[in-house]
C-alpha cells in the first residue's frame, strides 16, 4: 500500500523513466540493424522495419483468407480448388505491393524497385497474354455457370462432350473418342453452341430432296413413318415434316425430330436415311441428283474467214 502511495506521488518521475529510458531503450532497439548501399540509396534494414513487414504480411493473409472464403463460400468443392492457384496468384500480388508500401512507409526509397518491377510486369504481361485471358475465361466459366461437366458443345466446327473444366482448359471427349483442349479464352471471346444449356432436348433435321412429280403426301407419310420406334427420337414433342422449296433439281423437304442424344445424334441421322432409302426405293420415289443442261452453238464463219481465201 505504501509503495503505491509513493508511485502515486511520484508519478511526474514514473512517466520520464517511462519516457526517456524505457521506451529509448525500445526505439534503440527497434533501430538495431544494418544498412546495405551507400548514400541516398543505402537502405536501413532494422529490427523494426522486420517487424512491420512481417505484422503487415500477416494482416494480409488474413484478410486473403477472409476475402477467399467470403468469394468462395457458395461454390462446390471441386470449383473451390479451381481457384486455389488464382488466390496463390494474387496473395503474392498482395505481398508484394505490402512489402513496397511498408518500405516506402519506413523511408526506404523504393523508385528502384518500383522501376524494375513495373518493366518486368510489362513484359510478362506481354508474354502471358493469352495465359491470362485464359484464366480469366475459367473465372467466368465458374461464376456465371454457363458451362458444366457434360454439357454437348460445339467449338470450331467439333462437336464434343465437356469432360473436366479448369482454370486454363476445358477439356471435351469429341464424337469420335478424341480429347480436344480447348483454352478458355474462346468461351468468352467467340461463338460457342451449347446445346444442353437450357435443358437436354434438342431439335435435329434430316433434310433430302425428291424428283419432280413425286406425290409430295406420300413423301410426307413415309417421312414419318421413318421415325416410328427409332431408338432416341422422343415421341414428345411430336416429329413432323416441312416441305421446304422447289429447288432447282428437287423437292425440298426436311423431316424434324426431338432427341436427347445430340451427342449421338449422327447415328440416329444415319439410322434414318438408311429408312427413307428403302422405303423410297418400295414405293418408287427418286431422289435426284443435280443436272445441268448444256447447249454447244458453233462458231458462225464470219465474212472474209473463209476458209478458202
Known sequence: MVAILIMIQDKPNLEK???HD???????????????????KAIHLTIGLILLLAVALFLANISMKWMRSLITRKMSTDDKLKFASVFQFVKYMIYLVV???TMSAANVDITIMI?????????????????????IGGIMIILDKSLHVGDIVEVDGKVGRVMEIKLRTTRSLTRDDKVVIIPNHKFISDVIYNYTQN????????????????????VTKLLLSC??????????????VL??????????????YYTTNSYGD???????????DSLFRKNKISIPFPQRDIHFYPNPILPGNDQGN
Open 22 to 40: 524505457i521506451w529509448r531503450s525500445i526505439k534503440e532497439f527497434l533501430e538495431l540493424g544494418i544498412e546495405l548501399g551507400k548514400g541516398d
Open 115 to 135: 522501376t524494375a518491377s513495373a518493366a518486368l510486369f510489362v513484359g510478362l504481361g506481354l508474354a502471358l497474354q493469352e495465359l491470362f485471358q485464359d484464366v
Open 243 to 256: 416441305f421446304e422449296d422447289f429447288g432447282d433439281s428437287a423437292l425440298q423437304f426436311g423431316v424434324y
Open 199 to 218: 435443358h437436354r432436348t434438342t431439335r435435329e433435321c434430316v433434310k433430302l430432296g425428291v424428283a419432280y412429280g413425286s406425290d409430295v403426301q406420300l
Open 266 to 276: 449422327p447415328r440416329i441421322k444415319s439410322d434414318i436415311r438408311y429408312r427413307i
Open 227 to 240: 421415325l416410328e420406334d427409332q431408338k432416341d427420337i422422343l415421341k414428345s414433342p411430336k416429329p413432323f
Open 17 to 19: 523513466v517511462i519516457e
Open 99 to 101: 512489402v513496397l508500401l
